[in-house]
């Protein structure tokens, strides 16, 4: 039997909320915590600069050769492309302090995701700003 198409999305958010509902079940109890402190800000700050370096190893593959030259013949910009691109990748330190809050990321911790993320979108907009003004004014 085969589940229907449309079920697929909704098994992730219940999957989200039961992993979260468990998770704190513990922390209910005087003295005990479901996780290390210590080791719950590792995975976002791996992905932080992981999302960080990827951003212009996207954009130098993006610059030249087939990954442009794809693009292209796709009738798509590659600087419309590297900048979308690099706008996403750097929401991805915001998303991964949303997640890991669930699991006691500290707020502090958390704000420094925020910055990097915010100041990561300014400084590519900023870069990328030539692109953008094409875009709005076609």
């Given at each position: 039997m085969r589940?229907?198409?449309?079920?697929?999305?909704?098994?992730l958010p219940?999957?989200l909320?039961?992993?979260?509902?468990?998770?704190?079940l513990?922390r209910?109890a005087?003295?005990?915590?479901?996780?290390d402190?210590?080791w719950i800000?590792v995975p976002?700050?791996?992905?932080?600069i992981?999302a960080?370096?990827?951003?212009?190893v996207?954009?130098w593959?993006?610059?030249?050769?087939?990954?442009?030259?794809?693009?292209?013949?796709?009738?798509?910009?590659p600087q419309?492309?590297?900048?979308?691109?690099?706008?996403?990748m750097?929401?991805?330190?915001l998303s991964?302090a949303?997640?890991?809050?669930?699991?006691g990321?500290?707020?502090?911790?958390?704000?420094?995701y925020?910055?990097?993320?915010v100041?990561?979108i300014a400084?590519?907009?900023?870069?990328y700003?030539?692109?953008?003004?094409k875009?709005?004014?076609?």
């Amino acid at each position: 039997m085969r589940l229907p198409v449309w079920i697929a999305p909704l098994l992730l958010p219940v999957a989200l909320v039961m992993a979260s509902v468990r998770l704190l079940l513990p922390r209910v109890a005087p003295g005990e915590t479901a996780f290390d402190p210590l080791w719950i800000s590792v995975p976002p700050a791996a992905l932080t600069i992981y999302a960080v370096v990827m951003v212009f190893v996207l954009e130098w593959q993006a610059r030249g050769g087939p990954v442009s030259e794809r693009l292209r013949a796709g009738g798509q910009d590659p600087q419309q492309a590297v900048a979308v691109m690099g706008a996403m990748m750097l929401l991805s330190p915001l998303s991964a302090a949303v997640i890991f809050s669930w699991f006691g990321l500290t707020v502090a911790e958390f704000a420094v995701y925020v910055a990097v993320s915010v100041g990561g979108i300014a400084f590519w907009n900023w870069r990328y700003r030539h692109v953008i003004r094409k875009a709005w004014s076609a």
